[in-house]
């Protein structure tokens, strides 16, 4: 990262969990990760290797047991505005509509009820919803929730999006628009995204660095920067090259760990 200080410093960080037995499960032991401003970075690795872990430290849900977490150089305490967050569960309220949902990220800022509505409706406007921003939530598709639930995060203007597997539960079409939309949305506003995946070709088409972890205890097994231009080809033979390398860092890192 050519010595500019990073956005986020995680540093040396263990966190255990107490088992329902007493029998500790290391989540995640000694990590040590920088991710710059403006970068896009997919964390990839088998299931409990400790990937929401890691980003319920940086969003400041946790704390970590071991180590540090530091957001501009000053350590992650409690959530914030800077830290936008799309998980793929609980994305939107079931009884306020697309603008109430969307306004709801701006319930922290001293705006009057037009300026936060305007705000709200520009928002939806970035992610092709105005026109639904009077529609609940059963009234759209799982394509749309998550767009609502993205224009959500960006209102408040984050410095870094981070996003739990945001796209797993939609079908494979409207998976590919909304990874179009989401580079689109990070090239437009310059937010850093750490994206977590568990879908090897999801990383291959977003990132511009990959990290990969292997499980118990869950450590990163492989960092990969992949310098590709956007929009990735995904029949290219350099898109296949990076699918095979990332899938045998995956199952190194399994083996290693079984
Ligand atoms: N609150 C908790 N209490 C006890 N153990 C936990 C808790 N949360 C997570 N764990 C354990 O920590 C490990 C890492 O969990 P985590 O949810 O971070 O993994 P993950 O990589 O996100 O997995 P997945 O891909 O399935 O979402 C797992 O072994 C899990 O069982
Ligand atoms: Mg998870």
Excluded at 126 to 140: I, N
Aim: include cysteine; charged fraction near 20%; aromatic fraction near 6%.
């Amino acid at each position: 990262m050519s010595g500019a200080p990073s956005l986020i410093d995680i540093s040396g960080v263990s966190q255990v969990y107490a088992g329902r037995d007493g029998a500790p499960t290391w989540a995640l032991r000694d990590i040590t990760l920088q991710i710059g401003n403006s970068e896009f970075v997919c964390l990839i690795g088998p299931s409990g290797c400790g990937k929401t872990t890691l980003l319920h430290l940086i969003a400041g849900f946790l704390q970590a047991t071991r180590g540090s977490v530091a957001f501009q150089q000053r350590p992650i305490l409690a959530p914030g505005p800077e830290r936008g967050v799309v998980f793929q569960e609980y994305a939107l309220f079931a009884w306020m509509t697309a603008r109430q949902n969307v306004e709801f990220g701006l319930r922290a800022k001293p705006l009057s009820r037009d300026e936060r509505r305007r705000q709200a409706l520009a928002a939806l406007d970035r992610v092709g919803l105005l026109a639904a921003a009077d529609k609940y939530p059963h009234e759209m598709s799982g394509g749309m929730r998550q767009r609502v639930a993205v224009a959500r995060a960006l209102v408040v203007e984050p410095k870094v999006l981070l996003m739990d597997e945001p796209f797993a539960a939609v079908d494979a079409m409207t998976r590919q628009a909304l990874q179009d939309d989401l580079l689109r949305l990070w090239k437009e506003t310059g937010v850093s995204v750490i994206f977590v995946t568990h879908n090897i070709d999801e990383a291959v088409y977003l990132a511009q660095r990959v990290v990969i972890m292997a499980s118990h205890p869950g450590t990163i097994v492989a960092d990969r920067r992949i310098d590709a231009p956007y929009p990735r080809d995904r029949g290219s033979a350099a898109f296949g090259e990076l699918y095979g390398a990332i899938s045998g860092e995956l199952s190194n890192g399994t083996r290693k760990a079984a």
